[in-house]
């Protein structure tokens, strides 16, 4: 492997329509799945298992990307890609945490029986994913101070984008990404995916519950027709009507929760932003 391009995160901020995209690149080497965890809770699992996921002949070749979003929540990416040796860049796509927990809120209820109230999944936000979980208080979450450690850490090899430039310029932003990649201009409105994808689906629904379940996931990749198995996957990442704050019952309590903040703080006058 001679470079990669690490998408950070944020979760519920248009990384499943990145990856859409990217897979179609012909320079770019992507992982059998969207989201390896590698850094975070794979991490135990080593090295050689991490370049396994990747051909042989596209890490040798293409630029890698790892697209896993939970690294902006999980406190252990700094310290495990410390021991990373290939070169590599960040980005990360921030949403304003207002939207971004309405959006994660109407994640859940679409495969979470008996969802609780906003309030007590503010204080208890658990993710499950293959690997293990991870538990978060978003009343105390440092949303700024996530993105300064990254500006810390990768001055010089950083791309902020906002997320409401991939509403508005979605080629745009495909575009920027090539560029801070290193690889060549191939998207256009002819070749790129410009949709909104994994959009919430705003109530439970058992395909999406059961989509959730390891063993499952494994048991789809290894024996489902890759037909079947992409109609399965184009329903859950590309139905339902995506949410936003203004339009949920608890709109109140999250907007004087979370404040507007990224783009006080970094998009006054630029959407992206290399750093």
């Known amino acids: 492997m001679k470079k990669m391009v690490i998408v950070a995160g944020m979760p519920r901020a248009g990384t499943t329509w990145l990856y859409y995209n990217l897979v179609k690149h012909p320079q770019a080497a992507m992982p059998k799945f969207k989201e390896t965890f590698f850094f975070g809770s794979n991490f135990k699992r080593g090295f050689e298992w991490y370049y396994s996921l990747y051909s042989e002949h596209d890490i040798d070749n293409k630029v890698a ?13 700094f310290k495990n890609v410390s021991q990373f040796d290939v070169d590599h860049k960040v980005v990360l796509i921030l949403r304003e945490p207002a939207e971004w927990v309405s959006s994660l ?10 969802m609780p109230s906003v309030e007590d999944y503010l204080q208890k936000f658990q993710i499950d994913f293959d690997g293990g979980k991870q538990i978060i208080n978003l009343n105390d979450f440092d949303f700024s101070g996530v993105v300064e450690k990254f500006i810390n850490r990768y001055h010089g090899k950083l791309l ?3 997320f409401d430039e991939i509403k508005t310029n979605p080629i745009r932003v495909l575009n920027e990404i090539e560029k801070f990649a ?11 995916y410009v949709k909104p994808v994994n959009v919430s689906i705003p109530k439970f629904d058992i395909i999406a519950y059961l989509s959730t379940k390891p063993l499952l996931r494994k048991l789809v990749r290894a024996y489902v027709p ?10 859950l990442y590309k139905v339902g009507k ?4 203004k339009n949920m019952p608890d709109k109140v309590v999250l907007e004087n929760k979370f404040k507007p903040l990224y783009v006080e703080e970094y998009f006054k006058k630029e959407n992206i932003l290399h750093l």
């Open 226 to 235: 890759s037909p079947v198995r992409d109609k399965l996957i184009d329903y």
């Open 242 to 245: 995506e949410t936003d704050v």
């Open 105 to 114: 809120y109407s994640q859940f209820k679409s495969f979470t029986p008996n």
């Open 160 to 162: 902020l984008i906002n």
């Open 182 to 192: 290193g690889i060549d201009a191939y998207f256009d409105p002819s070749s790129a």
């Open 65 to 77: 990307f790892d697209i896993s979003p939970n690294y902006y929540l999980d406190p252990n990416f």
